[in-house]
């Protein structure tokens, strides 16, 4: 493979910028949406709520929610659209009520993926907390300002409580909250409405609350997974792959480790050159929370150790489920090792072989495809829904790089 591919626009930011639009009567033009399945999820439930929607390009919307005539969350969207979580902080912040069921979603958390902190959250700003049958049902006919402290870092819940007291009266002050790069993104987003945030991007968030929010436009970030994900393919299948309009400083803690291992690029602030290397040592890694090694880009990476000389321990920290994929590269030939806690040992390098698979999430999915490209033989992947869902067009993009995707049906 070789050539150059272009970053689309970030998921995760994405998914919280179009929720963040049921903040304001006014319109807002959204562009660098990335074409995937969620943001597709996130433009009907909009439009089920009551938001008026218009393609204005191939990547870009203008969105209008000034008549909102539900503040429920159908089954249907929540169940298999985690991300619609996102929406209940705007309807309640709105509305000054929400009903939703407990949402779904991919496998990677056990039991489910806990909503405890946004439930907590809320109630915090002083929402009426009821659970009435499968519904959770949430009112406040202004949320109030307080101090609430994270007991577990999370991204969405950091975000979903700067969605709700930014309309709330009187300051509300957030600690140890996520610092992810789609944090201060949707900081700024709701900022050049008219919004008061301070420290997003930090571990404290001071939000004043305001009255209301303006409408403008948003440039959505580029994926800063998507370039992590090019980057580890380029390495796997050495190939010099330029990889352009993206943010390298995003994902430093990848190339910090390219550094140690023997894999050599270079970057300027919107592209990231990979440089093939025959060889490259092996490395543990440990998830963590940003600014630390980014869980989904934690399968890509076991790929690439399977491609390494010598033995690395990955250790996942973030979610319980998120190594189930490991079975599906031993099918392949590589040699992994469980253990728990949830880690894996690879040992490399090892020849990998088309397999007939089945993606059990987003994450593990795009891993499946780069062990497919250097996998001798030809290897089958079910369940590309899950790849759809944060991928753009992803066979066809890597086709004009060289691979060999088809889409069977
Ligand atoms: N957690 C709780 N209670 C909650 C919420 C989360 O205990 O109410 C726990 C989770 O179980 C997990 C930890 O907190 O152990 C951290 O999860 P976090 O809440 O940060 O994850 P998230 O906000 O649900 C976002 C991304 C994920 C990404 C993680 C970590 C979105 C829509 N999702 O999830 O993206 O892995 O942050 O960076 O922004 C993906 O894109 O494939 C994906 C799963």
């Known amino acids: 493979m070789s050539g150059q591919i272009e970053v689309k626009g970030a ?96 496998v990677i958390g056990a039991g489910g993926r806990p909503i405890d902190l946004f439930i907590e959250g809320f109630a915090a700003l002083g929402a009426e907390i009821n659970i009435d049958g499968r519904f959770y049902h949430l009112k406040a006919k202004r949320l109030k300002g307080a101090e609430y402290f994270f007991t577990t870092i999370s991204v969405t819940g950091t975000e979903a409580m700067i969605m709700a007291a930014c309309l709330a009266e009187g300051t509300t002050i957030l ?61 796997v299948t050495r190939a010099p792959l330029t990889i352009t309009k993206c943010c390298p400083t995003h994902i430093e803690s990848l190339l910090a480790i390219f550094k140690k291992i023997g894999i050599a690029y270079e970057a300027g602030p919107d592209w990231l050159k990979m440089v093939p290397a025959k060889k490259f040592k092996s490395c543990n890694i440990k998830t963590h929370e940003y600014p630390g090694f980014p869980t989904d880009l934690q399968s890509s990476f076991t790929v690439l150790m399977t491609q390494a000389d010598g033995t690395s321990m990955i250790h996942e920290t973030i979610y319980d489920r998120r190594l189930l994929y490991a079975d599906m590269l031993t099918q392949m030939g590589a040699n992994i090792i469980m253990c728990a806690p949830p880690r894996a040992g690879v040992n490399g390098p090892t020849r990998l072989f088309g397999k007939k698979l089945t993606s059990p999430d987003l994450r ?4 499946m495809i780069i062990a497919a490209l250097i996998a001798k033989g030809e290897t089958e992947i079910d369940n590309i829904y899950q790849i759809d869902r944060g991928y753009e ?17």
Do not use: Q, W
């Open 11 to 106: 998921k995760n930011s994405a998914l919280k910028i179009l929720p963040a639009t049921l903040l304001t009567e006014e319109t807002v033009s959204i562009s660098n949406l990335p074409d995937i399945e969620d943001v597709h999820r996130s433009i009907e439930l909009l439009s089920e709520l009551g938001a008026e929607i218009n393609k204005t390009g191939s990547s870009s919307y203008d969105i209008k929610a000034k008549n909102i005539k539900k503040f429920e969350l159908s089954p249907e969207f929540a169940k298999k659209f985690r991300a619609s979580i996102m929406f209940v902080a705007p309807l309640l912040a709105r509305m000054g009520e929400v009903r939703f069921p407990h949402p779904g979603g991919c």
């Open 175 to 235: 600690k140890n909250c996520a610092m992810e790069p789609e944090i201060p993104a949707l900081a700024e987003y709701l900022n050049a409405g008219g919004a008061k945030i301070i420290g997003a991007g930090s571990p404290t968030i001071i939000i004043d609350g305001v009255d209301k929010l303006n409408g403008g436009k948003f440039t959505i970030i580029p994926d800063r997974i998507e370039t992590g994900t090019f980057a580890i393919m380029a390495a």
């Open 364 to 367: 593990a999915g795009i891993a």
């Open 393 to 409: 067009n992803i066979g066809e993009r890597l086709n004009k790089l060289g691979a060999d995707i088809k889409r069977m049906d």
